[in-house]
């Protein structure tokens, strides 16, 4: 599914030159479950926009679904953000003043589909929202509005969803639900990356990245020895 | 289809900012009122001087005093028609009757009573070519004219204000401090040429002219043709006439002209759409601002959308669609406020006519889709600068901009 090799993004500040990506190589296959973590400057966010073809590495290759990315034009690579990468970000970026049913339908609008509002209806009512389809963003619960964003992110069916921090705006208990989302989207097949900085949500992906000044230190699968021990890691540190 | 849900979307985002697509509604809505204000006042004047002219007749030249060049190039006026070139005109083979006429303003009185009238000088033809007739008493004959009697004819509108129901044929006027015996009233007719006759009172051009006008030059003679298919060449007899009278030698030029109710017609247009450059190149320039208006609203709708634009690019949204999704909002907003503004153009003329009472105004579908289509032409022009801007956004940093 994605193949990254050797992944520089080189920024110039100044006189300096910040390496926000040094030389990250990294490989998931299709239906698995990670979570890529490191405090704040530790690159995580630039990997996880150049891995959802937000942005360009200024050297490495990467191939998603066995396609190379790097020369691609921007409107090409907007179809391939459209068709198989999903978006879940923490403020959820839903489009104000504009009912959520619309909200979902958005990306099908890009991608010239047909018959957007029976297609976004169903996205919401795979995340149990399709009652609330005629609200609009100011009128749902934070929890409410990320299953909307999900419901927009999974509308195409794409083959990749990215989470940047999904649970960082939200209360432990609707945190919960979402991460529960993710895991049922991921038992059908769907490759789930997730990026945040809390390991107790962390831990709950299958293999866990973790990052720091641009580079992978450890990159392992969990198992519920290892989970525990992740997280007394981190309460003991706290 | 795209195409149709992109302007959804575009209709969508304009609600949910009502206030503000208003305000931007508003500067092409008054642009566009101004430029259909302005298309229906030329056209509604244009079309009642041109109406006025066609009372002139059709088989009527008319001899106009000459101007002469003065050093510098200014023009001044040459008098040098007289009552007696009149006589001399009315007796050519081509020609019926000619009509001496001059006019000015004046101030009538009957006792206490004071009226503002145009006062015009002339002779017993006048109201036979022009078909106009007396419903008191009687009008000028030719032995007023010939005796330079002190008998006036009141309009229609004058003998109304100055005398009410009660007869005014027979009674005594002032005009400018001038003892006049009332003969006849006329009927109610309107307008002849450029003037309303029912606020006109005639008098003997014999007793006018010196005494009232200060002069012995008449300022015009209309002379009617026997034969309205060859004006050129009744023209061409009242040109020789005239030279002769006015002892114009051979290779000096001529101190009168001659026209005919096409090149008055003609020259009324020319000053018409003289007067149209100055209104459009107004009202255009309200329509500019309109769109700068549009485009400032635009610019902050597309900073304000900085983060939206970073998601719609995330979902899959190409520059392109970015840019035709602003562009169409600009779109919109041009139509509506286009729209809008004819609405308001056509109610701010119905307005003004009915206001003045002289102001005549004429809406024609060509001047509204003019107007229309230079609005939307703004719109779409003002809006692709900042639609460019919005497509030219980083997505990444987008989605960063708080």
């Known amino acids: 599914m994605i193949e990254a090799d050797e992944l520089f993004k080189l920024y110039r500040m100044g006189d300096s030159i910040v390496r926000a990506l040094d030389g990250v190589s990294l490989h998931v296959q299709a239906g698995e479950f990670v979570s890529i973590t490191g405090a704040s400057g530790s690159g995580k966010s630039t990997l996880m926009h150049i891995l959802g073809c937000l942005d360009r590495p200024t050297r490495g290759a990467y191939r998603l679904r066995g396609q190379l990315l790097n020369n691609m034009g921007d409107s090409q690579l907007a179809s391939v953000r459209n068709k198989h990468i999903g978006f879940v970000f923490q403020t959820f970026n839903l489009i104000q003043r504009t009912l959520a049913v619309d909200n979902v339908a958005v990306p099908l609008v890009y991608g010239r589909m047909s018959e957007t509002r029976r297609a976004a209806m169903a996205a919401l009512d795979k995340v149990g929202l399709a009652h609330r389809a005629k609200h609009r963003p100011n009128e749902l619960s934070g929890g409410e509005r990320q299953r909307v964003a999900i419901a927009r992110a999974i509308v195409n069916n794409p083959s990749l969803i990215l989470a940047d921090e999904p649970t960082g705006n939200l209360d432990t208990r609707t945190g919960e639900q979402i991460m529960e989302i993710f895991r049922s989207l991921n038992a059908t097949g769907t490759t789930i990356i997730l990026v945040t900085h809390e390991m107790d949500v962390a831990v709950q992906a299958r293999r866990i990245v973790r990052m720091r000044d641009g580079k992978i230190v450890t990159d392992e699968m969990l198992d519920e020895a290892r989970r525990a021990a992740l997280l007394s890691e981190t309460v003991s540190v706290g | ?402």
Request: hydrophobic fraction near 45%.
């Open chain 2, 1 to 402: 289809m795209f195409f149709l849900r992109i302007c959804l979307m575009a209709g969508r985002s304009l609600q949910a900012n009502l206030m503000r697509s208003i305000l931007a509604c508003l500067g092409v809505i008054i642009g566009v009122a101004a430029v259909v204000s302005a298309m229906a006042i030329l056209e509604g004047s244009s079309r009642d001087m041109i109406s006025r002219i066609e009372t002139l007749g059709a088989d009527q030249v008319f001899v106009l005093n000459g101007t002469s060049e003065r050093e510098g190039g200014r023009a001044v006026a040459q008098m040098s028609l007289t009552p007696e070139d009149s006589e001399a005109l009315a007796n050519l083979s081509s020609v019926i009757t000619a009509v001496p006429e001059s006019a000015r303003a004046a101030q009538i009185k009957y006792f206490e009573k004071n009226q503002s009238i145009q006062l015009l000088a002339t002779n017993e033809n006048y109201t036979i070519v022009n078909d106009y007739k007396s419903i008191r008493g009687r009008v000028l004959t030719s032995n007023d004219v010939i005796g330079g009697r002190k008998y006036c004819v009141l309009g229609y509108k004058v003998a109304e204000k100055l005398f009410g129901d009660t007869p005014a044929v027979g009674m005594r006027v002032r005009i400018e401090g001038m003892g006049f015996d009332v003969i006849g009233v006329m009927e109610k007719k309107g307008f002849l040429g450029t003037r309303d006759v029912d606020t006109q009172v005639i008098i003997p051009v014999t007793t006018g002219l010196e005494r009232l006008f200060g002069t012995k030059y008449v300022q015009m003679i209309a002379v009617q043709a026997i034969d309205s298919s060859d004006l050129d060449g009744t023209m061409q007899e009242v040109k020789r006439c005239l030279r002769r009278e006015h002892n114009i030698r051979a290779g000096k030029g001529d101190d009168f002209q001659i026209i005919t109710r096409e090149q008055v017609t003609s020259n009324v247009k020319d000053m018409i759409s003289l007067f149209a450059i100055v209104l459009y190149s107004i009202a255009g320039i309200s329509l500019v601002v309109g769109g700068i208006g549009i485009m400032n609203i635009m610019l902050v709708s597309v900073t304000e959308r900085t983060k939206e634009i970073g998601v719609r690019m995330a979902v899959g949204a190409r520059r392109l669609d970015i840019l035709v999704q602003f562009v169409i909002e600009a779109g919109v907003i041009s139509v509506l406020g286009g729209a809008l503004g004819v609405l308001l153009g056509y109610a701010f003329t119905d307005l003004l006519e009915n206001v003045t009472q002289i102001l005549k105004t004429y809406m024609t579908t060509r001047g509204i889709s003019w107007a229309l289509g230079m609005a939307i032409a703004t719109g779409l022009l003002s809006g692709i600068y900042p639609a460019y801007r919005a497509s030219a956004l980083d997505p990444v940093e987008a989605l960063r901009y708080e």
